[in-house]
C-alpha cells in the first residue's frame, strides 16, 4: 500500500502501510505514521534543534533492529540538517522540527527517537569543513553551528529484577523533593520501557553538561547513601540485581535520552509519556500505549510544556489545562479589579484571622512578601496600588538572576491591612496554612498597566531591586529582575558574594535536636567560596580576598567543574590530636600543607538562590554535593554533632577539645551578613580580636625583643586599653611581631586614657594596624582580660573590622 500525503505543504511518500510493526497488538506502520503525524504539536518542542539519532525496526519490533545515528544522504531535502564533529570528521544528523518529519520518521519505521540534552547554538563563525556526509542540494544546512550548554538535566530510573514502576515512582518522588530543594521543576516520564525518567530544566546557559553530569551523579550518589538496598549509582552491571539504577551518565554532551512522545521498540507500542506526580503518588502505575498518550495530550496538553525554553520560532505549544502554562495575551485585557469582592466570597470572617479592611498608606506606596505554607510553599506578592493590595501568588519568589524569570500568577486585590498579616490559616479554609513576612517596604513606581508593572522595590531584603511584572495570559504574569544599567558587565564573580550570616551568643542548653541541629564550632578563618567558569574565588567576611593565600582549594574547581556554586565554610588546620587550632592557622610551624576548608553551607547552584531555603534543605543540597569532594584531602563536609539537646552537644564539644558549638535552627534561611538568632554560639572559651597599640621590651631570653604587646579595642578618639598579652607566642611568632610592628613605630600612645598599669611602662607605641586574636577566662576589673593568650594574628581582618570598646567582650566580629 502506498500513499503520498501532504504534510504542511510537503509531499511525503509512504509505503508498505499494511506492514504489522508490532505483532503482539496488530499495530500497522499506517497507524504508527499517523499517530507520530498526531502527537507532533506536542513532541516536536522536545526534538526541535535537537540532532537525532533512530533506532529502527524496519520488518517489526520483533525483528532485528539497528541504531543510525548519520542522515542517509538519500533523505528528502527538506529535512533539516545539523553537522556534528566526531573523531572522524563532521557527521550531518536529521532536526526535525515538522510535522512532515514526524511522518517521514514513521515511514522510516523509526520508532526510537534519541536526543542529547542540549541544542545546536549558532557560533557565528564562518562555515567549517565539509561534513562527511554532504547535504543535496537545496537541504536545509546548520552551519555554523555548535553543541549548545544543556537546557536540561535527566535522571533514567532503570529497575533490576523484581523492582516495579511503583518502586521506581517512589524514588521519583523523592527526586522530585531533591530537586524542588536545589529550585529546580521536575516533570516525570514513565519510559516506554521498564522505568521511569525524571526531567528538570536547567537556567539557559548556567551549566555545562560537565557540570550537569556531576550534578546528577551527585544526586544519585546521595539516593544510593540514603537507601542502599534499594538504589545504585554504579555503572558497573553486577551492582544493579534487585535494585534501581539510577542513571546519571546521560546528562553528558555525547549521550542521549529516548525523546518524549517517542515510541519504543518492546512488544507493545508502549510511549515515553509524560506524566503527572499525582499518578506517580497511587499505586499500579503502569507503560502507556500510544493511543493512550495521543487522548491524554489532546485532552491535558503537554504535560512537559514547562521542560523546555521557549521558541519563539516555533508553533505555541499546547500547555496543559490548569498547568500554569500561559495562554497568548487577550488582545484587550481585562480591567484590574479594585474592590474587594473577590476577597470576601472566598473567606469567612468568623473563621480565619485574615484581615478586612484597612486605609491606604501615608506616603509612599507599600509592598509585602508573604511566605506563604499552603499545601505548597510560595510566595505571595503584594503592591499598594489604588487603596488595595494587588496581589501575584509567586511558586518561586522573586528571582534573583536577570536571566530567569519566575511564573507569577494574579490572584484577588487583598485589604491593606493584610500587609501586616502574620500567623495561621485554619485547614480546610481558603489558603489554609501558615503565612509570615518574609519582606516589606516601600516601592518607587514606573509604570502601572494592565499588562505590564514596572516597580524598584527599598525592603529589608530587595533593597532597590527593580522588578517588572509582565502579564502572558488571563492570570499569568512572568517576574522579571531588571539588569542594573550601572553595573559592570565584566565585574569579578566575588562580587556578587554574600556576606556570612553570623550566629549569636547563647545558652544552648534547652535546645531540643528535634528543631535544632548541632554543628562544631571551628577554629579558623570564615571562607565564602564561589566556584564559577572553572575557578575558585575565596572571600572572608570582611570583604578582603584571599584567593592565592589559599591554594589548596583551587581543587574545588577541578571537583565541581562546569558548575556554579557558592559555599560558606571555615579555613582550618588540625592539631596532631584533629582539632582545629586557629594558633596553626595564624602562622604555626605546621600551617604549610595543612589547611583544610571545612564547609558547612551552600548558599547558591547553578544560578538558583539558596538563601530563602531552609537550613534543613541547604544541607540536603550540601550533602548531595559531597561525593564530589570525597577525593579532596583539602576539603571536608563535617558531620553534624549527634546530639539530643544543647546541653549534650556542649559537653561533648568539650569532650573533644572544640572551641564550641553552633546550634543552627533546622527552618532557618540564610540572611547574609546579619547577625541573628536562629543561629546561636556556645564557647567554651572566649576569645576576642583586639589591635595592638604597643609592646613591652622582652627580659631574659626575649631581652632584645617583645617580651608582651599592649592591646585594645578602638573608640571614637584612640584605642580603649584591654591589658598586655605575653604568653602563647612562639619564637616564630615574636619575630613575626617584631618584624610587622618595628614600621608602625610612633612617639604618643595611641589609647585613650594614660595606661596605670605595670605592664606598660617602657612600652613602644605603634599604630594600631596589626590585628590579633587572644583567648582569655573572663575580665578583670577595669575592663582588663585576665589570662590572656596569644592565639594569632588576624590578616583576614581591619581595624575598621573590630568591634568597639562598648561591643565587646560580648560579640565577635568573625564566627
Not at 94 to 109: F, R, T
Not at 686 to 700: E, M
Amino acid at each position: 500500500m502506498r500513499e503520498n500525503r501532504e504534510v504542511d505543504g510537503i509531499a511525503v511518500q509512504l509505503t508498505n502501510l499494511d506492514k504489522v510493526i508490532y505483532p503482539a497488538t496488530g499495530t500497522t506502520k499506517a497507524e504508527i505514521i499517523d499517530y507520530y503525524q498526531a502527537i507532533a504539536p506536542f513532541a516536536l518542542h522536545h526534538l526541535r534543534d535537537r540532532p537525532l539519532t533512530r533506532k529502527r525496526w524496519p520488518n517489526g519490533v520483533d525483528k532485528t533492529a539497528f541504531f543510525e545515528k548519520r542522515l542517509p544522504g538519500h533523505a528528502p531535502v527538506w529535512i533539516r540538517r545539523g553537522s556534528q564533529h566526531h573523531s572522524d570528521g563532521e557527521s550531518l544528523y536529521p532536526v526535525i522540527d515538522n510535522a512532515a518529519g514526524m511522518v517521514w520518521l514513521g515511514q522510516q519505521a523509526a520508532l526510537e527517537l534519541h536526543v542529547p540534552q542540549w541544542t545546536f547554538v549558532s557560533d557565528g563563525a564562518a562555515p567549517g569543513p565539509e561534513p562527511l556526509d554532504a547535504p543535496p542540494p537545496g537541504a536545509q544546512l546548520l552551519v555554523p553551528e555548535v553543541p549548545g550548554p544543556p537546557d536540561r538535566l535527566v535522571l533514567d530510573l532503570d529497575p533490576g529484577p523484581a523492582v516495579t514502576l511503583d518502586d521506581c515512582a517512589a524514588l521519583a518522588l523523592r527526586i522530585r523533593d531533591l530537586l524542588a530543594a536545589m529550585g529546580m521543576d521536575a516533570y516525570p516520564v514513565t519510559s516506554g520501557s521498564k522505568g521511569l525518567h525524571v526531567y528538570a530544566p536547567l537556567p539557559p546557559g548556567g551549566i555545562s553538561s560537565q557540570g550537569a553530569r556531576k550534578v546528577a551523579h551527585a544526586i544519585a550518589a546521595q539516593l544510593e547513601s540514603e537507601s542502599p538496598e534499594l538504589v545504585t549509582a554504579s555503572m558497573a552491571k553486577d551492582q544493579r540485581g534487585g535494585r534501581i539504577f539510577v542513571d546519571w551518565s546521560q546528562n553528558s554532551a555525547s549521550k542521549t535520552t529516548v525523546s518524549p512522545y517517542s515510541l519504543r521498540g518492546r512488544d507493545h507500542p508502549w510511549v515515553a509519556a509524560p506524566r503527572t506526580w499525582d499518578e506517580l503518588a497511587r499505586p499500579g502505575l503502569r507503560q502507556l500505549e500510544f493511543g493512550e498518550v495521543l487522548a491524554r495530550a489532546l485532552s491535558d496538553g503537554d504535560l512537559l510544556a514547562g521542560l523546555d525554553r521557549a521558541d519563539d520560532s516555533g508553533p505555541a505549544r499546547p500547555g496543559p489545562a490548569g498547568s500554569g502554562v500561559a495562554p497568548a495575551a487577550p488582545s484587550t485585557p481585562p480591567a484590574e479589579p479594585v474592590d474587594l469582592g473577590a476577597y470576601r466570597a472566598k473567606r469567612d470572617a468568623r473563621k480565619t484571622p485574615e484581615p478586612f479592611g484597612g486605609a491606604p498608606s501615608q506616603g509612599d506606596p507599600i509592598f509585602v512578601i508573604q511566605e506563604h505554607h499552603a499545601r505548597r510553599l510560595h510566595y505571595d506578592f503584594r503592591l499598594e496600588h489604588d487603596g488595595v493590595l494587588a496581589s501575584w501568588a509567586v511558586p518561586k519568589n522573586l528571582p534573583d538572576d536577570p536571566e530567569i524569570n519566575h511564573l507569577a500568577v494574579r490572584t484577588e486585590d487583598h485589604p491593606m491591612d493584610y500587609a501586616a498579616f502574620e500567623g495561621s490559616i485554619p485547614k480546610g479554609e481558603y489558603g489554609g496554612g501558615d503565612v509570615t513576612i518574609w519582606d516589606h517596604g516601600t516601592y518607587e513606581l514606573e509604570k502601572w498597566r494592565s499588562g505590564e508593572v514596572i516597580v524598584t522595590l527599598y525592603g529589608n531584603r530587595l533593597r532597590g531591586k527593580r522588578y517588572a511584572l509582565i502579564r502572558t495570559g488571563e492570570k499569568n504574569w512572568l517576574a522579571h529582575l531588571t539588569k542594573d544599567k550601572t553595573a559592570s558587565a565584566q565585574a569579578p564573580a566575588t562580587t556578587s558574594a554574600p556576606d556570612p550570616m553570623l550566629p549569636t551568643e547563647s545558652p544552648i542548653d534547652r535546645l531540643s535536636g528535634a528543631d535544632w541541629a548541632f554543628e562544631g564550632k571551628w577554629d579558623g578563618y570564615r571562607i565564602i567560596a564561589t566556584v564559577r567558569g572553572g575557578t575558585v574565588a575565596l572571600r572572608t567576611r570582611s570583604g578582603r580576598v584571599v584567593t592565592g593565600e589559599f591554594p589548596e582549594f583551587e581543587s574545588l574547581a577541578h571537583d565541581l567543574d562546569g558548575m556554579d556554586v557558592v559555599l560558606d565554610g571555615e579555613a582550618v588546620v588540625l592539631d596532631a590530636n584533629g582539632v582545629p587550632s586557629f594558633h596553626l592557622m595564624a602562622g604555626g610551624d605546621t600551617r604549610a600543607g595543612a589547611v583544610q576548608l571545612f564547609l558547612f553551607d551552600v548558599l547558591a547552584l547553578n544560578g538558583v538562590d539558596l538563601t530563602t531555603r531552609p537550613w534543613t534543605v541547604r544541607r540536603q543540597v550540601l550533602e548531595g554535593l559531597a561525593p564530589l569532594l570525597e577525593a579532596d584531602t583539602s576539603v571536608t563536609l563535617p558531620g553534624l554533632v549527634d546530639a539530643a539537646d544543647g546541653a549534650q552537644a556542649a559537653a561533648l564539644s568539650a569532650e573533644l577539645g572544640w572551641e564550641g558549638i553552633i546550634a543552627k535552627r533546622r527552618d532557618s534561611p540564610y540572611l547574609p551578613g546579619q547577625r541573628v538568632r536562629a543561629w546561636l554560639k556556645h564557647k567554651n572559651w572566649r576569645d576576642l580580636q583586639v589591635a595592638i597599640g604597643g609592646w613591652k621590651p622582652g627580659k631574659g631570653s626575649r631581652a632584645n625583643g617583645i617580651g608582651s604587646v599592649l592591646v585594645g579595642l578602638p573608640a571614637e578618639t584612640g584605642l580603649v586599653y584591654l591589658g598586655s598579652v605575653g604568653s602563647g607566642f612562639s619564637d616564630r611568632d615574636l619575630a613575626a611581631l617584631q618584624e610587622e610592628l618595628e614600621p608602625l613605630r610612633m612617639r604618643r600612645s595611641p589609647f585613650t586614657a594614660p595606661l596605670d598599669d605595670p605592664d606598660a611602662r617602657d612600652a613602644v607605641w605603634v599604630l594600631p594596624k596589626v590585628i590579633g586574636d587572644v583567648r582569655y577566662s573572663s575580665l578583670r576589673r577595669g575592663g582588663h582580660l585576665r589570662q590572656p593568650t596569644w592565639r594569632g594574628f588576624r590578616r583576614d581582618l581591619l581595624p575598621g573590622d573590630l568591634p568597639t570598646a562598648g561591643e565587646a567582650p560580648w560579640e565577635s566580629p568573625e564566627e
